[in-house]
């Protein structure tokens, strides 16, 4: 998933539109091709990897917004809106909600690129 949005944004700063597509389907299709060969098809959806990251984000960016939530708390509290070290905090919060944001996007790209990959193995099998 790094390396995938690394990708993006690379090209999106070479280019600066976001009118550019990529797109990494060869893991994949790598993997499904794989699970064909192996027979291994029908024990995918056991492996509950896209339910456990689900969670995991949940979790993740439950904790991002608690530690946003009482750093802006604390601010108002204090008076201190003009604190640099504290709004940086809370810019940092933001951009590592954003960033878990376009990680989860990317975990479902991958997840339905899966399946797609499976589907056209299977039928390409029968």
């Known amino acids: 998933l790094d390396s995938t949005l690394r990708g993006k944004g690379m090209l999106r700063k070479k280019i600066k539109t976001s009118e550019g597509f990529f797109s990494d389907d060869g893991f994949p299709l790598g993997n499904a091709f794989l699970f064909q060969a192996l027979g291994l098809t029908k024990k995918i959806d056991g492996l509950n990897w896209p339910q456990s990251f689900r969670k995991q984000f949940a979790h993740d960016k439950l904790g991002i917004l608690e530690r946003s939530l009482r750093k802006e708390g604390t601010q108002e509290l204090n008076g201190e809106k003009d604190n640099v070290d504290d709004n940086n905090e809370v810019t940092r919060l933001q951009l590592a909600a954003k960033q878990l944001e ?7 790209l991958l ?13 390409a099998a029968e």
Not at 102 to 108: A, D, F, H, S, T
Not at 111 to 123: C, E, G, K, N, R
């Open 102 to 108: 376009l990680k989860r996007q990317e975990m479902e």
């Open 111 to 123: 997840q339905f690129s899966l399946h797609a990959a499976i589907i056209m193995f299977d039928d």
